[in-house]
């Protein structure tokens, strides 16, 4: 099994900057690629950004412009830079493979609260 470690979520205020960071805990990067995810309160899991093997990327519409995605894939990871943040983006953000369904479990998340 795979488990991926998220980090770097906080408190920021609108407008502000945050940097998650992702580490999957075995080699998959290059098989499945690694995407950020997120939840909000009500809400279905949505894509975020994601990294293909290949180095390919993909943003939801929403953070096109705003967030960028930096891969390691000799480390599995994936960084997710976040600027120019809204209350929108408020939500618990995962990471797991570039493309669903994943074969792998959840990890716990990082929460990110854009807020005055």
């Known amino acids: 099994q795979v488990q991926f470690v998220e980090s770097g979520g906080g408190l920021v205020q609108p407008g502000g900057s945050l940097r998650l960071s992702c580490a999957a805990s075995k080699n998959i990067f290059s098989t499945f690629g690694m995407g950020w995810y997120r939840r909000a309160p009500g809400k279905q899991r949505e894509l975020v950004a994601s990294m293909s093997p290949t180095g390919v990327t993909n943003f939801a519409d929403a953070v096109k412009g705003r967030f960028t995605v930096i891969g390691n894939s000799g480390k599995n990871m994936l960084v997710l830079q976040m600027n120019e943040l809204k209350p929108d983006d408020t939500a618990v953000y995962y990471c797991?493979?570039?493309?669903?369904?994943?074969?792998?479990?959840w990890g716990q998340g990082t929460q990110v609260t854009v807020s005055s």
């Open positions: 797991n493979v570039a493309n669903l369904p994943s074969p792998f479990d």
